[in-house]
């Protein structure tokens, strides 16, 4: 089917398949087929044609203001916890246990790790001596978005006492090969554990403690999913996150 509304807009400000094709970065004939088979461009690429037209990009390509199918359950989601309380602490150390390139470890402070299995930090050294990459990111004791999750957890400084505590817990890795310890000042929206292509992402919910709020299990299944998403928001505050001196 032709558009013929893209067709009268090329006329009026005369466009042609070669011009507009030049403003937007793609070949002339697919110009054509916007024009006389009704094809509709990728977003991106629409706007910009749109833009260059000075015209309505939902006019031009109605199919472009209709929502998107909503998928049932993202390929990526294996599983989903109530609260994180209904997993077992196994259920962690098993994860990081099966750990081959990369362990990511994103907290304010998640005590319940080393206090459940003391040996955490033997098994990190373990996957680190295997040429494992562990980076471990705790929430800044003094940082004021610290204090202000104390707050909105109704646990007022204890918060603060936790992540002193973890800090304790995991400093016995500084120096480790392999291993990198770093503290953020951030504001965490979930608490996030990656091993590889799975993560355990630990919601945070406003006025509840991370245990009683849900997880969900992901696994990679291509890029630029759900589980990248988590990764990226990780990896950026790696970057902003300061070592934590011997």
Request: charged fraction near 25%.
């Amino acid at each position: 089917m032709k558009n013929e509304h893209l067709r009268a807009t090329m006329a009026a400000g005369g466009w042609t398949c070669a011009t507009l094709a030049a403003a937007t970065g793609v070949d002339p004939k697919s110009v054509e087929r916007w024009v006389n088979s009704g094809r509709v461009p990728r977003r991106v690429t629409a706007l910009r044609a749109a833009e260059a037209m000075k015209g309505d990009v939902y006019a031009l390509w109605p199919a472009l203001g209709q929502p998107l199918a909503a998928r049932a359950v993202s390929p990526e989601l294996v599983a989903l916890y109530d609260r994180r309380a209904d997993l077992p602490v196994s259920m962690f150390v098993d994860l990081f246990a099966t750990a081959r390139d990369r362990i990511d470890v994103l907290v304010y402070a998640a005590v319940f790790l080393h206090e459940a299995y003391p040996r955490l930090n033997d098994l990190l050294r373990e996957r680190a001596t295997e040429g494992c990459t562990v980076r471990v990111s705790l929430g800044e004791p003094d940082s004021e978005n610290v204090r202000l999750r104390g707050e909105e957890e109704r646990f007022g400084h204890g918060i603060e006492s936790r992540c002193r505590l973890a800090l304790m817990h995991y400093r016995p890795l500084l120096g480790v090969p392999g291993i990198e310890l770093r503290t953020h000042r951030t504001t965490l929206y979930n608490s996030l554990y990656r091993v590889d292509d799975q993560m355990l992402v630990n919601a945070h919910v406003w006025g509840v403690n991370a245990y009683g709020a849900p997880v969900w299990h992901l696994r990679r299944s291509g890029s630029g999913g759900v589980f990248d998403t988590y990764a990226d928001s990780f990896d950026t505050v790696w970057e902003t996150a300061g070592p934590v001196e011997g």
